[in-house]
């Protein structure tokens, strides 16, 4: 149901779902943190309700514990009587096409985009992006980007149209939902497969399937210093954030509609969110240096990772989705005509998971509370290096909540937590900073069900409307100085293949360079 969630007049929220999309490996992660939550059998309550997952990759290698975990959901809701139709979680797992038949589908494109909208302007100098001499990557390799946009296109419009099916399964379970509805899509932007397909994916979705009834809403894990290299490397970052950005920045956007239809207008009508892991990385990474390399930096990366994606959950079906909702509000992103707002260049929300302890790791359970707030503190004043955030950077609001038992969290803290805030990233005394506490409870001395995190103290802190940095979105230092590296490493290896680095618009000939058109 295309309804607003908010009560203009009385400031009530209703219930709503909350629905997944996962593109990639890291998008099939999220969907199954959001799964691992147990929020959701909670939702499902509700006779209203429903949730839908969709996970899509090239190959099932980085799915197996989405399954694993989605294959004992239904279980789980019989247990607490549940119908377990309510819910619909599917995986796809994509084959490598032959060069052939991927080859015919690039040649037919101008006819698919042509059936898809008829003011399509038929392109007389098209060629594929892909040349024919091009190797074929394997299922589980890193694919490029170009190559991940033409294998979603030929399996989206292809003989079978299999994509397209699975996208109407997954509106056809959206509009059976009986309360409103938000839809979340996942991936990395530092993969070739997630970064590669979001563009087209997220068009489909929201302005095809969902007629823009419904806020669907980015959400882009950002790489950290201890990231894998993907094919293209940090080379192929920088287009992907200038693409993604045509799509939210609305000068910007307006201008490719002139020149191409309003079949490229933003697809995010929820919104945008930007999630930085190098502070929990930093954190996560420092737990222990012996063992196998190999072996300890995969395991930190996973629980890096891991780490990231539950917090952000958490914070998602936090008090059934109404958090998550009053998030977007500022933004203008709820999907009400009436609370929509031109947010210009502002439309980057940074969310930044920063973990400050560990048991075990510089204190030991049972050491005073002094020498815990100790290493908070000093873990709080690592903001400003690791938020994600380029140096000089100012943004109008602040946003943070913290996570903590409620004997190690105290007003001192947060005194710290305000100013270091307020010094880094707040733009003057016009800037606003709201802090929220959430207590973690214990029983017995263990930590309950619904506590997260195993007593360790986090920070999930909200950049709304982010501002720009000379031209720069407020990603700052770990995603804008990628973004600077990134550039330069475009600049070195643009004549050599170039397009493989590209993914939304390469079809049109457009390769997306500084935020405009090459």
């Given amino acids: 149901m295309g309804l607003s969630m908010y009560h203009s007049a009385t400031g009530a929220q209703s219930p709503h779902c909350i629905h997944a999309i996962g593109i990639g490996k890291a998008g099939a992660y999220m969907v199954e943190a959001l799964l691992r939550t147990g929020e959701i059998e909670d939702m499902l309550e509700d006779p209203r309700a429903r949730f839908t997952g969709l996970s899509i990759d090239i190959g099932e290698q980085d799915q197996h514990e989405l399954k694993e975990y989605a294959s004992g959901f239904d279980q789980r809701l019989a247990e607490r009587g549940i119908p377990t139709e309510r819910a619909q979680v599917r995986t796809v797992s994509l084959e490598v096409p032959a ?24 392109n007389p100098n098209y060629e594929p992006w892909l040349p024919g001499d091009m190797e074929m990557p394997k299922a589980g390799d890193s694919i490029p980007r170009a190559i991940s946009k033409a294998i979603y296109g030929h399996y989206y419009y292809g003989e079978d149209r299999p994509l397209e099916k699975e996208l109407d399964q997954f509106v056809a379970s959206i509009n059976a939902t009986k309360l409103p509805s938000l839809v979340l899509v996942f991936f990395s932007m530092a ?38 290299e993907h094919a293209g490397g940090a080379a192929a970052l920088y287009p992907t954030m200038n693409e993604i950005d045509c799509m939210l920045d609305d000068a910007k956007n307006q201008g490719v509609m002139a020149v191409w239809g309003d079949l490229y207008k933003n697809p995010f009508t929820g919104g945008f969110f930007a999630l930085p892991q190098e502070h929990s990385w930093q954190r996560l990474g420092s737990y ?12 930190r990366k996973g629980v890096t990772r891991k780490f990231v994606n539950d917090s952000f959950m958490r914070f998602v079906v936090q008090d059934y989705g109404r958090l998550l909702f009053k998030m977007l509000r500022p933004m203008g992103f709820t ?21 400050f302890t560990h048991p075990g790791v510089e204190v030991l359970p049972g050491e005073p509370r002094s020498k815990w707030r100790e290493v908070v503190t000093k873990w709080i004043g690592y903001i400003p290096q690791w938020s994600g955030l380029k140096e000089g950077f100012k943004t109008d609001y602040i946003e943070a909540h913290t996570v903590a038992p409620r004997e190690l969290w105290n007003d001192t803290l947060e005194k710290h937590l305000i100013h270091t805030l307020q010094t880094y990233v707040l733009d003057g005394e016009d800037g606003t900073i709201n802090v929220a506490r959430r207590v973690l409870r214990r029983a017995h001395g263990l930590l309950q069900r619904d506590d997260p995190g195993g007593g360790q103290e986090r920070l999930h802190r909200v950049l709304r409307r982010a501002r720009r940095v000379r031209r720069r979105r407020g990603l700052g230092r770990e995603a804008a100085d990628a973004l600077v590296a990134a550039r330069s490493r475009c600049d070195a290896v643009r004549a050599v293949h170039p397009l493989r680095r590209h993914g939304g618009r390469v ?12």
């Fill in 335 to 355: 999907g009400a005509p009436h609370e929509r707002n031109i947010s210009g260049d502002r439309t980057w929300t940074v969310f930044d998971v920063a973990k």
């Fill in 191 to 228: 993969g070739g497969t997630g970064s590669g397909m979001v563009v087209d994916l997220a068009r489909h979705l929201s302005n095809v399937k969902l007629g823009r009834r419904i806020p669907v809403v980015g959400v882009a894990a950002m790489p950290f210093s201890g990231d894998e």
């Fill in 507 to 518: 079809h049109l000939g457009l390769r997306v360079l500084g935020g405009g058109a090459a």
């Fill in 288 to 299: 222990t240096k012996t063992g196998k390399p190999a072996i300890r930096d995969a395991l």
């Fill in 99 to 122: 060069k052939k038949d991927l080859m015919t589908s690039l040649n037919r494109w101008r006819e698919f985009l042509k059936m898809e909208y008829p003011r399509y302007y038929w």
